[in-house]
Structure formats: structure tokens, C-alpha cells
């Protein structure tokens, strides 16, 4: 019998037709079963919304508590006297200008961590971040000592044209500032270790533990025995003392921290990447304070209520503009997350994340924050000069903080984080003694404004950094700077 296949393999007709008049295969889905496509609405579609505020609200908590009470206790501080407040005042930008070389080491650690653990170097993190809490302790020694040997000479030097009153005050207050440093230093650098290391609320716990001391001090010392600026001061050695212990000891506890023997001796060759981020940064704020510190010495002439408006406004608004502070320490901390794993997108995205969300919820704090701080200001000061001036700095503030100072102060975070300090910190110094101090010498003396002159200029000063953020931004350069 013969082969019904062909010779040539192709299929038989039959077969073919029976194959053509098969239906066709579909996928598609009857339309009463089909689902029904969601209805649009205005709910914000961010996939990293969940992430970001997660990370917010433990950072946010910490640092609303911190100024929160150093609102409080600038409270019960001026119950003293402006005096007293100006005092207090000048010996923190002191402060601020001779420490902040070691200071600055405790925010650089949170990059170097972060870029570590984003390439899988665990041990070398905890070693960075022993060695960062020694070298900040050992700093920060030296500046106590030389503010308890030395305080005439300091605060005479810095400023010597005011008036013996509150020059007085801030010399007794200024060696009890110099022995909390070390507890705050190793406070700091075990707060912004946990941060690198994307535990956002071990800061929380050991803020909550100094800040209820530090109210319950400060009330005592200050309000029930009157003692001034000693009992500010002797509140915040105790308090800072308080979170240095528990920041040691949570870290040992969740294993963030070299041993002790390991960390006792720091070598250059485990922390260089934070002592050249930190030298940077810190180079920056010195000479961004150095700046402020001689302006302020401009501003002295004009008397005690410009001192005080600057002084009451700024302890005021501190908890207002927390949620900058946030986002820049995340725009740090993600953008060099990101950037040590290599994935650059990823970190762009970030930093524009934590700039618009910082920037809307800037504004929602402060617009009514325009209607409400008037009537605050009456009670820390009932002098008309020194209200006066507070509601000018207000129209002022309301503007460029949640928006000019915003901008800027994620840009740089955000670069420091990439590794780009070089060019935030060149850029700091030129932008301060150029604008800040030149232009605020302009119109602090010569156009007779006094506090409200330093506003302005640090206003014009913003401006100019948005500008060029923006051009560095879109150039692409601070995306290839890691630092390890």
C-alpha cells in the first residue's frame, strides 16, 4: 500500500483544511469579566513615598524634640533679661566657629558608612565609625579646654565692642559650654552613624533621653534658682552627657561600632575619607561662621534689640524650618547610598524627591506661621524696638526660608553625599565673603539696617546658590565623586 504522506513532507490537504477551520485561539477576556480599570484620582502616585517618610518621621521627631527644646529653653532663659539671651548668643557662634572643624567629621561619617554598606564593607563601616566618634571626642577636648582656660580672651577677641553687660554674661557661660562639647560630639557622631547605617530611630531614643534632663534642668536652674546662664549651662553638660552614654551604649547594643580597642588609636588610614569630607565641610562652616561672627560684629552698634530680634527669631524658627534639616539629612544619606552602589538615576531622583517634598511642607508650616508668630514673640520680649523688628525679619523669612534657603540647603547635602564637597565648600567661601559679608557689610553699616541688612544679604546670597546648583546639577559632574 502506498504512503498517503507526499514525497516532499507537506501536510495533506484534508489535514490542512481541518486545521484552517479551526476557530482561532484568543485571549481576550469576555467583557462583563473583564476588571474594571480604576478610576483616576489625585492621590500622589510616588512608589517611593511609603520609603521616604518612613525614613522622615523618625528624623523629623528627633529634630522637632531637639529645637522644640532649645525653644523652651531659650524661653526660660529670657526671663533673665535680653541680656542674658544676647550672651547666650554670642557665646554659641563662638562655638560654632572654633569646633565646628571636629563637628563636621560626625556628619561626614554618615556618607562614608552609607557608601560602604552600599558596596557590602560592614566591617570596614564599624570601623569608620568607631574611629570617627574617637577623633570627634579628642577634638572636641581641646576646644573645652580652651574655652575654660581662655574665655575673656575669646569672646574679647570675637567681640570686643559689646557692651560689658552681655560680654560678662557670655564669658560665664561659655566654659560650661566648652565641657558639654564632648558629650555632644560623641552624641552626634553616634546619632549620625545610626543614620548611615538607615536607623532612624536609635537618634530618636537617645534625643528623648537627653532632651526630658535638659527641660527638667533647664526649669530648675533657670526659672526656680535663678542662676542665669550657669543654669543654662549646667543643663546642657548634663543632658549632653545623658546622650553621649546612651549613644554608646545602643551602638555596642545593634553592633554599629568597632570594639573600643580597635577605635582607641585612629589612623588616618581608616578615616581619610571622612577627614578629607569633613575638612571640607567643615572649612565651609568656618568660614560661613567666621562670616556670620563678623557680622555680627556689625550688627553690635545697633544695640540690644537687634541682637535680641536676631537671637529670638532664630530659636523661634528653628522648629519651623526642622523639616529642611530632614530632608537634607536624607538627600545625604540616599543620594550616597545610591551613588556607592553605583546607580547615579537613582540618586538624581532622590535628591529632587527630598527637595520638592521639603519645599511643600515648608510652605504649609510656614503660611500660618505668618499669622501665629506675633503674638509668640510678645511673650519672650515686650521691648516695641525689638517687636518691631522681629515682624520685618518675619515678612522676610516667610519667604525665603521655606523656599530660597530650602533649595540650597538640600543641593549641597545632596552633593556632599555624592562626594562633591570640593566644589560646595569653594563655592561657600566665595558666595559668604563675597555676598553674605560684602554685601551685608553694604547694607548692615553703611545703609543703616542692621539686623534687618544680614537678612537681606544672606536672601541675595541664596539666590546666587540656586543659580549655580542648578547649573551643576544638569552639568552632571557631582554624580562621580565617591569616596570610596
Not at 29 to 36: A, E, F, G, L, M
Not at 53 to 80: C, T
Not at 367 to 384: K, M, R, V
Not at 393 to 405: C, D, E, G
Request: charged content about 10%; overall charge positive.
Amino acid at each position: 500500500m502506498e504512503s498517503i504522506m507526499p514525497n516532499d513532507g507537506s501536510i495533506p490537504k484534508a489535514t490542512a483544511v481541518s486545521e484552517v477551520s479551526k476557530p482561532p485561539e484568543t485571549s481576550e477576556v469576555p467583557v462583563h469579566d473583564r476588571p474594571k480599570t480604576p478610576k483616576k484620582s489625585f492621590r500622589l502616585r510616588d512608589p517611593d513615598f511609603k520609603m521616604l517618610f518612613s525614613l522622615f518621621i523618625p528624623i523629623f521627631i528627633d529634630m522637632i524634640l531637639n529645637n522644640l527644646i532649645g525653644a523652651v529653653h531659650s524661653y526660660f532663659v529670657s526671663g533673665a533679661g535680653e541680656n542674658v539671651i544676647s550672651a547666650i548668643s554670642l557665646a554659641n557662634q563662638a562655638n560654632n566657629l572654633i569646633s565646628i572643624v571636629f563637628l563636621s567629621a560626625t556628619s561626614a561619617v554618615i556618607v562614608v558608612v552609607s557608601q560602604n554598606l552600599g558596596q557590602g564593607n560592614h566591617e570596614r563601616a564599624k570601623l569608620v565609625a568607631g574611629q570617627t566618634m574617637m577623633f570627634t571626642a579628642y577634638g572636641t577636648l581641646l576646644v573645652a579646654a580652651a574655652f575654660c582656660l581662655f574665655p575673656a580672651q575669646i569672646m574679647t577677641l570675637l567681640f570686643g565692642n559689646t557692651g560689658p553687660e552681655i560680654l560678662d554674661e557670655s564669658i560665664k557661660y561659655i566654659p560650661l559650654l566648652g565641657i558639654s562639647l564632648p558629650f555632644y560630639g560623641i552624641f552626634q557622631a553616634a546619632a549620625c552613624t545610626c543614620r548611615g547605617y538607615n536607623n532612624h530611630k536609635l537618634p530618636l531614643y537617645i534625643s528623648v533621653s537627653g532632651s526630658i534632663v535638659n527641660v527638667i534642668l533647664a526649669f530648675f536652674a533657670i526659672k526656680v534658682m535663678d542662676l542665669g546662664v550657669v543654669g543654662a549651662g549646667l543643663s546642657l553638660i548634663i543632658s549632653r552627657l545623658v546622650s553621649a552614654v546612651a549613644g554608646v551604649v545602643l551602638l555596642n547594643r545593634f553592633k554599629m561600632l568597632a570594639r573600643f580597642r580597635e577605635s582607641v588609636i585612629v589612623r588616618y588610614s581608616v578615616i581619610k575619607s571622612v577627614l578629607y569630607l569633613g575638612f571640607l565641610s567643615s572649612l565651609g562652616s568656618i568660614l560661613t561662621n567666621l562670616a556670620s561672627t563678623m557680622i555680627t560684629g556689625f550688627i553690635v552698634p545697633f544695640g540690644k534689640s537687634h541682637l535680641a530680634a536676631s537671637s529670638i527669631f532664630g530659636s523661634i524658627a528653628a522648629p519651623i524650618n526642622v523639616p529642611i534639616s530632614v530632608w537634607a539629612t536624607l538627600a545625604t544619606i540616599l543620594v550616597a547610598k545610591h551613588i556607592g552602589k553605583g546607580e547615579n538615576d537613582k540618586a538624581k531622583l532622590m535628591l529632587l524627591k527630598c527637595a520638592g517634598y521639603s519645599i511643600a511642607m515648608e510652605l504649609i508650616l510656614w503660611i500660618p506661621s505668618y499669622f501665629i508668630l506675633p503674638g509668640i514673640f510678645g511673650a519672650y520680649t515686650d521691648n516695641p524696638e525689638t517687636l518691631k523688628l522681629l515682624d520685618v525679619i518675619l515678612k522676610i523669612q516667610v519667604i525665603n526660608s521655606p523656599i530660597i534657603t530650602n533649595i540650597y540647603t538640600i543641593a549641597v547635602h545632596g552633593f556632599n553625599g555624592a562626594g562633591d564637597a570640593k566644589f560646595t565648600t569653594i563655592f561657600a567661601v566665595v558666595r559668604m565673603f563675597i555676598v553674605n559679608f560684602g554685601l551685608g557689610y553694604v547694607l548692615i553699616t553703611l545703609c543703616s539696617l542692621g539686623v534687618i541688612g544680614s537678612i537681606l544679604a544672606s536672601v541675595a546670597s541664596g539666590v546666587i546658590a540656586i543659580a549655580v546648583f542648578i547649573f551643576r546639577y544638569k552639568s552632571g559632574k557631582w554624580e562621580h565623586k565617591a569616596m570610596v
